[in-house]
């Protein structure tokens, strides 16, 4: 590694040699790996006595939605409506929609349509936005039931203590809501290496605050939700009675440099291959670019992604479909021709890219598995 | 503006009203715009006495790309084998794909079948993918038509020199080929504000230099073809008899940074929805984060996108669903629930992340077109 101030140093992951005859770019799962992740999330929440609702976001699979329910998760996490829809269509009952929703226009109708056939919950942190979501489902069977978001150090949504939840959990009742818990994001453990730990005392004591609040006023405080991979299980214990942790199934680069998964935990990689060599000794252009890896960087990861078999070997620059490589003097370069693994710094955005994983074990093809909500950002 | 030392401090670009009723995020295209930039490039070719071979990568949208035929382009340029299948079931008859297409396995068999059904010629840079093309066209009735690309001076792909793109020629020569002529793309218009003209003459110079070595090696030459929105017509004339620029038709922020296109040119836009303001009084959150976005952002650029209407406003950190938008203190924000018009800073992987542009002509939606080759980066 090159050992840039600040960024890691830590050793490249193991990950199976990738199979044969891969058209590229392609997204290619292993399947042994994500069904040993979901089972060591799910067994980490079990034997701390709460509930595991992991976000779906990262991969946007029914199929995968369905293994993490296989391996004991109680529902799922969305971030959009969209979401919510396909995995509603995919046979998904329980669902909760982790965001400040919006509802008015077309929002109110779909949001009106998946109450009325899923077991739904959905994100407030305004009266403003109660009161839309009180309006588009009036005239229901039976209320919406909604948790009240509050911050918790990551500043981006959520009110901002526990005096503006319960404010927001009267306004959510008024309206006709029903007011079930209270959730945030701890997305602070993402800045720095080391930082989810921190982040989920963060999380813990913010929604214990919260909840206290919301008990003294009446309320029965029945989800006290957290949710990171970095804060992760970190987060389960005391108050909290659900983790909504999302990257931990495919994992990637930014979650292993941040410790937030094992070494073994890398569940996707892209499969590129070499198309040029031409410009320079020091450079070799793959074909997995800005509209495969995405530009997402942390300030702790240098370059776009890393390449296990190369792992001094730089992603410099991206463009929309190629990747520029710097391979720093005297050490191993990938000849042209040759197809690589990459392991993606932020598994979510790129997955967003792709129709399709290809599913492997050991090292062979076991299937091609749809991105069922892939572009559903509405 | 905030006058970060090396960013823009452009005006805001003039852009229509929002259509009412949008569902958000979307992709709006304003078609009266989108055809002037149609015109302008077209009719700026024109009086050049040089072909518009423009990249369809921008818009994957078959629809404008017929746009940009009717308006006078002689054919289009695709980065991929897929883009090309999806143009080519469109319709599309004349097809260069500029990338160093390497032929090997399941893109053997898609680039013979393609090269059977449509006038395709293929990008080349080293005597190796040469050889791998001709052997994924053999037996076919009629040779496929291949161009060399030589860097002049983006540093991505592309041979050296005019010496190294006639071994290139020669061993495409060799193998079957057909060699019509040569191309670059002088990316590094794009590095610093106003850089365009200068790497149009890099593109001019090394183009003729390669074109004079191909003609004294023998080579009929009949393509000279220069490629970018900041290089685009500064290249044409001389040599040049082609030019490939993408970015013109919807326009971009960085584009309008650059100079490269004027302050009515931006074309296309994101609709989002402010959905929290709950964190801080200098904060409103909307719903379009980085898989709408995208974290793609040039270094004179503060921020993942411009608020034409809140010109002091900053798109500060994107989560996948969320942009957290820092509003100066004294300076207007948008309230709760509001629709705000956001400028993109680079339109092609914004493009990427939606399956239909919103088409309208005067703040009414006259139509959804979808993005045909959306997710084809293969």
């Known amino acids: 590694m090159t050992g840039v101030p600040g960024t890691t140093t830590a050793s490249p992951p193991s990950v199976a040699p990738l199979p044969e005859g891969l058209d590229t770019p392609a997204l290619v799962v292993d399947l042994d790996v994500v069904e040993r992740n979901a089972r060591r999330m799910a067994d980490g929440a079990l034997s701390r006595g709460v509930a595991l609702r ?3 976001k990262t991969h946007k699979s029914v199929a995968l939605a369905r293994l993490q329910l296989d391996h004991g998760a109680r529902g799922i996490t969305v971030g959009t409506l969209g979401e919510a829809e396909v995995m509603a269509r995919g046979g998904i009952r329980d669902i909760f929609v982790g965001y400040p929703v919006w509802a008015d226009g077309p929002k109110a109708a779909r949001l009106a349509a998946l109450h009325s056939i899923v077991d739904l919950s959905v994100g407030v942190d305004s009266p403003e ?7 588009a489902v009036t005239g229901s069977e039976r209320p919406l039931r909604v948790l009240v978001e509050i911050d918790s150090g990551a500043r981006r949504s959520g009110v901002a203590n526990a005096d503006a939840a319960l404010r927001v959990a009267m306004a959510a009742r008024d309206v006709g809501l029903l007011v079930i818990g209270v959730f945030t994001h701890g997305g602070h453990g993402y800045r720095t290496l080391g930082a989810g730990p921190a982040a989920a005392k963060d999380e813990i004591r913010t929604l214990a605050a919260a909840a206290d609040a919301l008990t003294a006023g009446g309320f029965s405080v029945e989800a006290i939700s957290a949710g990171s991979t970095p804060t992760g299980l970190h987060a389960a214990g005391g108050p909290v009675n659900e983790i909504r942790p999302g ?12 410790g937030a998964i094992p070494a073994d935990g890398i569940g996707l990689v892209v499969a590129a291959t070499v198309v040029s060599t031409a410009v320079a000794l020091d450079q070799v252009v793959v074909d997995a670019g800005a509209k495969t890896l995405t530009k997402d960087r942390a300030a702790f990861l240098e370059g776009f992604g890393m390449l296990p078999a190369y792992p001094d070997a730089v992603i410099e620059r991206l463009f929309d479909y190629h990747a520029a490589i710097r ?3 005297g050490t191993p370069a990938p000849r042209l021709g040759e197809v690589v693994t990459i392991v993606p710094n932020h598994v979510c955005p790129v997955v967003e890219q792709f129709d399709e994983f290809m599913v492997s074990r050991t090292g062979t093809i076991v299937g ?3 991105i069922d909500a892939r572009g559903r950002s509405r």
Do not use: E, F, M
Request: charged content about 10%.
């Open 247 to 258: 990257t931990y199934l495919l994992g990637d680069r930014q979650q292993l440099a941040l």
């Open 129 to 135: 936005a109660a009161a839309q979501l009180g309006a």
């Open 54 to 56: 992991p976000h779906v």
């Open 327 to 329: 391979i720093p003097s």
């Open 368 to 370: 091609r598995w749809p």
